[in-house]
């Protein structure tokens, strides 16, 4: 079974898809991880947005791309959530996966970054994403800077 995910502009998602994925990754960021941190960070009115739905319509996956220059010099995927009811499906993995093949395609020469919570590295590694510099903190959560090399250098 996989996900349907469909990449959104800010500008294309509709109130009602935009509350759902803040609702979602609030779910998962603030509440279950117990983590008080400013999800609204401004940077999503210029990220390209997936959003996962499962076949009844639910909204199980979110992850957002940002273009290089915002968060990061380098283009980024982040804000990766699932439904904790959607969890060991393999959506996690379908949503990264296409995220990079559609941030690829946007930016077709450039290396992608993400910051990944420390213990999810060898879940990112999967991806051909590399260790990029020391631990740090994010929020009260163990991150580390991970790069994945453009395409043509892979």
Same mark, same amino acid.
């Given at each position: 079974m996989s996900v349907d995910i469909r990449w959104r502009t800010f500008a294309d998602l509709s109130a009602v898809d935009l509350y759902r994925a803040l609702m979602l990754r609030q779910t998962v960021f603030v509440v279950e991880?117990?983590? *008080? #941190?400013?999800? $609204?960070?401004?940077?999503?009115?210029?990220?390209? =947005?997936?959003?996962?739905?499962?076949?009844?319509?639910?909204?199980?996956?979110? $992850?957002?791309?940002? %273009? %290089?220059?915002? +968060?990061?010099?380098? *283009?980024?995927?982040?804000?990766?959530? /699932?439904?904790?009811?959607a +969890?060991?499906?393999? #959506?996690?993995?379908?949503?990264?996966?296409?995220?990079?093949?559609?941030?690829?395609?946007? #930016? %077709?020469? $450039? *290396?992608?970054? /993400?910051?990944?919570?420390? =213990?999810?590295?060898?879940f990112y590694r999967s991806f051909g994403f590399v260790h990029a510099g020391d631990p740090f903190d994010e929020d009260g959560i163990p991150h580390i800077a991970m790069i994945r090399g453009a395409r043509r250098d892979r």
């Open positions: 991880q117990n983590c *008080p #941190y400013l999800d $609204a960070d401004g940077l999503d009115v210029v990220g390209i =947005h997936g959003l996962g739905q499962s076949q009844t319509g639910s909204l199980i996956a979110v $992850a957002r791309l940002l %273009p %290089p220059g915002t +968060r990061f010099a380098l *283009p980024s995927i982040g804000r990766i959530a /699932i439904a904790k009811q +969890r060991g499906r393999g #959506y996690g993995r379908q949503i990264v996966a296409e995220a990079v093949v559609e941030t690829e395609r946007r #930016y %077709p020469d $450039a *290396p992608i970054q /993400i910051s990944a919570q420390a =213990h999810l590295e060898g």
